[in-house]
């Protein structure tokens, strides 16, 4: 079993954790303000040109986000299990929940990795390959998979930097790691988690469903 005592700048473990939680709060507020710049943007652009953008999204794999977002979903129902496990001293639940979530989240990526495939084959990714002829305004249309693609590659990479957070904490809860005075990791870490699915919960819907 872990060590339970705080680390030495705090007075307790409410204190530490209180210090985690305010730290971990205000680390997902600058996401949220880094990815609603972006939702602004790609809004003001979408209300100007209603009907390219709406064409475009008409050539995105719908049923690949759609099992994305089932995906996710249900990685943030394990992950909150995974968390009450933690807290409850459920080591062997914990464990499970755990590489559960990591292997949901692994799923989400590689069907991402498919879909940007498709996009590739599909030739719809912004450049010099772009296919110009599939769109009635293509540099309008080129507009919309730019913030597509970069929308939905920091949303990877947020998920890429989760997963392996989740992988990690899997190894040190089968080790013992963990214990409900001393869970402020996973706790925290779940944070982060959910904060994934929703900005997804808000991409699909804005990228996906234009029109339908």
């Known amino acids: ?73 249900t990685s943030s129902l394990t992950m909150a299990l995974a968390v009450h496990a933690a807290a409850t001293g459920r080591r062997s639940r914990l464990v499970g929940f755990l590489a559960v979530t990591t292997a949901l ?45 970069i929308m939905t590659g920091l949303h990877a990479v947020h998920v890429t930097i989760g997963v392996g957070v989740l992988a990690t904490l899997t190894v040190l809860a089968r080790r013992g790691w963990f214990s409900p005075q001393n869970h402020n990791t996973v706790e925290m870490s779940g944070l982060y988690w959910h904060f994934v699915d929703i900005v997804w919960i808000f991409l699909f819907p804005l990228l996906y469903l234009m029109g339908v």
Request: negative net charge.
């Open 105 to 149: 989240g692994v799923l989400f990526l590689v069907f991402k990795g498919v879909e940007y495939a498709l996009d590739w084959h599909d030739r719809i990714i912004p450049g010099p390959t772009f296919d110009t002829a599939k769109f009635v305004n293509p540099a309008r249309a080129e507009l919309f998979y730019a913030f597509y693609f």
């Open 1 to 73: 079993m872990a060590e339970v005592s705080p680390a030495m700048q705090f007075e307790d473990l409410d204190q530490q954790r209180e210090a985690a939680g305010l730290g971990m709060w205000t680390f997902l507020v600058t996401e949220v303000m880094f990815f609603g710049g972006l939702f602004v943007g790609y809004t003001v652009y979408r209300m100007a040109f209603p009907d390219a953008f709406r064409e475009a999204s008409h050539h995105l794999y719908m049923w690949i986000g759609a099992i994305n977002t089932a995906v996710l979903l």
